[in-house]
């Protein structure tokens, strides 16, 4: 299992970008505390979204901070990516294992209990568990589960694979971050209140207070 620091995961999504260019929104959100960035990408073609795969990577790899690619394998093994992120109905976690290989950094998207019970948590590295609220970023048919819904994933989860961290997907913001990390979450995956904030590298800032405040006051489990 690759470390991975959850804290604060900035989505970046051409379409929830707020007319920003994606790079600029990186360098941003991770001068405000951002520790993990995916690129998010539902309609691009696969050239240019490799393209800003690697732009993205020139600011991201000296300082630190990974790139993962939601969805798109292909992407990530063209432009030298961390690893990927994919969803029940994305490429098997088998086959992402496969083709990126050990080394590489796979999280994976849970929605449910049952789901809980059945990922191969051996071949991943961490978890997204939602949507715990409301979004505008993307279609979720399911009600939100709230942080009582994601402890109940949470619980599974640290019953299987007691190591593997878990963040908080949907709806989060400075306002309920620490909800979710009182509920068991190491971490929240943000889009809206990262990239149309008015000012992305403070509302990152503010956001990752929150997380480490609520982190150091939760009781070890």
């Given at each position: 299992?690759?470390?991975?620091d959850l804290?604060?995961?900035a989505?970046?999504?051409?379409e929830?970008?707020?007319?920003?260019s994606?790079?600029?929104?990186?360098r941003?959100v991770?001068?405000g505390g951002?520790?993990?960035?995916?690129l998010r990408?539902?309609?691009g073609?696969?050239?240019?979204?490799?393209?800003?795969?690697r732009a993205?990577l020139?600011?991201l790899?000296?300082?630190?901070v990974p790139l993962?690619?939601n969805d798109?394998?292909d992407v990530?093994?063209a432009?030298?990516a961390a690893?990927v992120?994919?969803g029940?109905?994305d490429m098997?976690?088998?086959d992402a294992?496969?083709?990126l290989g050990?080394?590489?950094i796979?999280?994976h998207?849970?929605?449910?209990v049952?789901?809980?019970e059945?990922v191969?948590?051996?071949?991943?590295?961490?978890a997204?568990?939602?949507?715990v609220y409301?979004?505008?970023?993307k279609?979720n048919?399911?009600?939100?589960?709230?942080?009582?819904?994601f402890a109940a994933?949470?619980?599974?989860?640290?019953?299987?694979?007691?190591g593997?961290p878990?963040?908080g997907?949907a709806?989060?913001?400075?306002?309920?971050?620490a909800?979710?990390?009182?509920?068991g979450g190491d971490?929240v995956?943000?889009?809206?209140?990262l990239?149309?904030a008015a000012?992305p590298e403070?509302?990152?800032?503010?956001?990752?207070?929150v997380v480490d405040?609520?982190l150091?006051?939760?009781?070890?489990?």
């Amino acid at each position: 299992m690759m470390p991975v620091d959850l804290r604060l995961n900035a989505i970046l999504d051409p379409e929830r970008a707020g007319g920003r260019s994606l790079v600029n929104l990186a360098r941003a959100v991770v001068a405000g505390g951002a520790t993990l960035v995916q690129l998010r990408d539902k309609r691009g073609d696969t050239r240019p979204m490799v393209e800003t795969a690697r732009a993205l990577l020139a600011v991201l790899t000296p300082l630190g901070v990974p790139l993962v690619i939601n969805d798109r394998v292909d992407v990530a093994l063209a432009a030298g990516a961390a690893g990927v992120h994919v969803g029940p109905d994305d490429m098997a976690i088998e086959d992402a294992r496969a083709l990126l290989g050990p080394g590489a950094i796979v999280g994976h998207s849970i929605k449910t209990v049952e789901q809980a019970e059945s990922v191969p948590v051996g071949l991943i590295d961490y978890a997204g568990v939602g949507g715990v609220y409301t979004t505008l970023s993307k279609h979720n048919p399911a009600p939100p589960m709230g942080p009582e819904g994601f402890a109940a994933i949470r619980a599974v989860l640290r019953r299987r694979a007691p190591g593997l961290p878990v963040e908080g997907i949907a709806g989060i913001d400075e306002t309920n971050a620490a909800a979710v990390i009182r509920a068991g979450g190491d971490g929240v995956a943000v889009i809206a209140a990262l990239s149309l904030a008015a000012d992305p590298e403070q509302a990152a800032r503010r956001l990752r207070g929150v997380v480490d405040q609520a982190l150091a006051g939760r009781v070890p489990a």
